[in-house]
């Protein structure tokens, strides 16, 4: 009943830039932390960003300085500013979200299915 949807991927030369973007939809009745997450091959899923829903951030230390993440809580939105872009940020990037669902009293976390980020050298 509730999906996150990402968008804004796709191939980019080194040094250029990206934006992200994840809505997320359905029964929502509030969200607490939304983030990003990329996964690379053959390595493990790990943090790019953070945002709670006061605004605070947190990043990787490999994206600080390079990536801003964002949100629109009216729209229920997650952003993802990516520049000086390397090719070692080349993986599927996922966003994720800490929310409560209407009818319910506990929050659950949901990640979106994935957007493909391509850095050439």
């Known amino acids: 009943q509730v999906q996150l949807v990402e968008s804004g991927g796709g191939l980019v030369q080194a040094g250029g830039s990206l934006r992200l973007s994840c809505a997320a939809s359905?029964?929502?009745?509030?969200?607490?932390?939304m983030g990003w997450y990329r996964q690379a091959p053959g390595k493990q899923r790990e943090l790019v960003a953070t945002?709670?829903?006061?605004?605070?951030?947190n990043y990787a230390d490999s994206v600080k300085g390079r990536f801003t993440i964002s949100r629109d809580n009216a729209k229920n939105t997650v952003y993802l500013q990516m520049n000086s872009l390397k090719p070692e940020d080349t993986a599927v990037y996922y966003c994720?979200?800490?929310?409560?669902?209407?009818?319910?009293?506990?929050?659950?976390?949901?990640w979106g299915q994935g957007t493909q980020v391509t850095v050439s050298s």
């Open positions: 359905g029964r929502i009745f509030s969200i607490n932390a």
């Open positions: 945002i709670t829903s006061g605004g605070s951030t």
């Open positions: 994720n979200a800490d929310l409560r669902s209407r009818g319910y009293e506990k929050t659950s976390n949901y």
